[in-house]
């Protein structure tokens, strides 16, 4: 698959995620985390978080018809490096914090997969 597939799938998992932050985000935390009660200021930085994912997923969405511009080899460049730190973090807050949202490790594979994905585009150019 082309870059054009993985902005696609990008724009739609991290502005879907980002809605989901933004919205009640106590219910993602709970899935990914398996907080019960998150703190009271978990929850604007959950929010800010979600704003983030968002703008990522515009921004995918946007450059999905790009050509191959500098522009669209930083974003991919910047979406790679999200997503090998949403793969470590999330890894870590299983593995080191006990963390266990029954989504925790499935984001943990969707992120490290998505990251070989960009890594191949980046490599290849495309």
């Known amino acids: 698959m082309n870059a054009k597939h993985f902005l696609v799938v990008t724009a739609v998992l991290e502005a ?18 398996g907080l019960e009660q998150a703190a009271i200021e978990t929850l604007p930085v959950a929010r800010l978080a979600g704003a983030a994912l968002v703008a990522i997923g515009v ?20 979406v790679l490096v999200y997503n090998v730190a949403a793969a470590a973090l999330l890894g870590w807050a299983g593995a080191e914090l006990n963390m266990d949202g029954i989504a925790l490790w499935p984001a943990v594979v969707l992120h490290a997969m998505m990251m ?3 890594l191949v585009l980046c490599v290849a150019r495309k």
């Open 59 to 78: 921004a995918c969405w946007s450059a999905r018809a790009d050509g191959r511009s500098p522009a669209r080899v930083g974003l991919l460049s910047g």
């Open 16 to 33: 879907g995620a980002g809605v989901g932050l933004l919205a009640a985000p106590g219910v993602v935390l709970w899935l990914l985390f």
């Open 116 to 118: 070989c994905w960009c």
